[in-house]
């Protein structure tokens, strides 16, 4: 029996040895965690193998991480009024007139809706496939002391042979898919506090179409001066100027103005425009310390743009060390003393602010150890509310000043909302979006184009072929069109007077009469008077 057990032990000792020796000199690893994106990238890719829709061991979800909700932001950003009625085996099939109307299409919306898609993920263990024609096995592991399960989560990929070029395009191949679907919408992410400990990291939160910077209200030399300053310092021989010379290489931009002027707006284009990924931050959070602020920024991209939002309802960017409002401690109910501040230190413990201090900021900004190469854009509504250490060069090298609108900017608002453009859709059920391709004929009314439908939309691609010229009665019709809308753009320019309202506010209004810009017309100056009233009926407030 001794000898027995001897033999069985030394069995199973030499096969766990050569398991290892085969595992180091005949197969190669790829180790993947959980805390890095390519996991993400990972876990987008192998969820669409087909390979998963024949497993028997699979994790399904449908929001328990990014992998699995990667491209809901995207998928519903098309939503038109008549495409969702085009099946998916052919887009190209015109809808009946039967199921052009809405409730048609908002029935099957809301349907729709209703399911989430589950996303089929490898479960944890060992599963092997194919691909390229290698047999790749992945095994899905977590620590197992560990209380969350996702928190500690490792994949491990191998392959046969020393050569693990095929993981590496396997990986790659995994990156190109998971970048690939936002094509060219601009990127948010977002400061996000982690599910187990008090450290930050970042978190993708959006992808948006990009908007053009034409639709910021904005004084154009100034908007010209923004992107020009940030392309300047993109530029490659900015960067080795910075070096050559020892200065940090950061730049940072204050946006102020009153609220709805468009200051997210033109940080939002200038980021669409330039193909950069935007991360937002938020100051007030108290969970957020000075060393979770310095890893957020340790952790960002070379060249992207940092957000900071309203910096002035921050109460570290209002003086250095750490403060709060008398407002916010014993004189809640005593508005004459909102703007008094206190040293906190001069309060009892339980009254202190958690949070980040100014000196910590403007550490984290332009210290020893601050992050380079990233854009850092700060708005806020009261630039006299700042810190003054918050506004030197090197910390904010080119201040914006937004203000209400002027009659140029309301003509041009006023044309934006109602001008026709490309890809909008008509509003008559069987119509074609009015573009080059699908159109042969426009009918001019005074408040919107109505396209003709063609008789079919190869028989217009042959037209176009053998004429090879443009519709020039579309043409001048598209002409004559923006020429009346320019002419009621400045008849209700003449009725809201300039330098009184913002941005949001006039297209505000507008979204209201997005079709009849004659009726805009004719109740702007009561509106006028309303937003004239509710302004003073608060101020006396």
Known sequence: MIGLALFGASIRYSINQLTDLCKEYLVSTAEIRIEDEVFTYFMYWISRQPHM??????IAGVRMSDYYDSDSDSEDEDDGFGDEFLDDEDDDEEPSSSSGSF???????????????????????????????????????????TAKLLAS??????????????????????????????????????????WSGNSFYWVRCMARAP?????????????????????EYLHPRTRRWYSNRGIPYRRGYLLHGPPGTGKTSLCFAAAGMLGLKIYLLNLNS????????????????RRCIVLLEDVDTAGVTHSRGKTATTNDVSNADDPTK?????????LPDEAEKDGITLSGLLNVIDGVAASEGRILVMTTNHEDKLDAALLRPGRVDMSITFGFTSRADIEE?????????????????????LSN?????????????????????????????????????????????????????????????????????????????????????????????????????REEN
Not at 296 to 301: E, G, V, W
Not at 413 to 433: G, H, K, V
């Open 413 to 433: 608002l006023f044309s934006s909302i109602y001008i026709t453009m490309e890809r909008d859709l008509p509003r008559m059920p069987l119509a074609q979006p």
């Open 53 to 58: 829709k024949r497993t028997n061991r699979f």
């Open 103 to 145: 409730d048609d299409y908002w029935a099957k919306i809301i349907s729709r809706d209703k399911y989430k898609e589950v996303r089929f993920t490898p479960a944890l263990g060992r599963h092997i496939f194919w691909y390229q024609g290698q047999p790749i096995m992945l095994e899905r592991r977590h620590q197992s002391d």
């Open 338 to 346: 909102a703007d008094e501040t206190i040293d906190l230190d001069t």
């Open 211 to 231: 908007r053009p910077l034409s639709t910021v209200v904005l004084d154009q030399e100034q908007k010209q001066a923004f992107v020009d300053d940030i392309k």
């Open 286 to 301: 108290k969970a957020l310390d000075e060393d979770s602020l310095m890893s957020l920024f340790a952790d960002l991209p």
């Open 153 to 194: 989560e490792k994949v491990f990929l191998s392959c046969l042979g020393r050569n693990p070029a095929v993981l590496k395009k396997m990986l790659a191949d995994a990156q190109q898919a998971y970048v690939e679907r936002d094509g060219s919408r601009t990127i948010i992410y977002r400061g996000q506090r982690r």
């Open 437 to 537: 391709s699908s159109a042969k004929s426009a009918s001019i009314s005074s408040d919107t184009v109505v396209v003709e439908k063609p008789e079919s939309i190869k028989e217009v691609n042959d037209k176009e072929k053998e004429e090879e010229r443009p519709n020039k009665e579309l043409q001048q019709r598209l002409e004559s069109l923006r020429a009346h809308i320019s002419l009621m753009a400045s008849e209700f320019a003449s009725i809201v007077p300039s330098g009184e309202f913002t941005a949001a506010e006039i297209q505000g209004y507008l979204l209201n009469h997005k079709d009849r810009p004659e009726k805009a017309i004719a109740g702007a100056e009561a509106w006028v008077q309303s937003v004239r009233e509710k302004r003073r009926a």
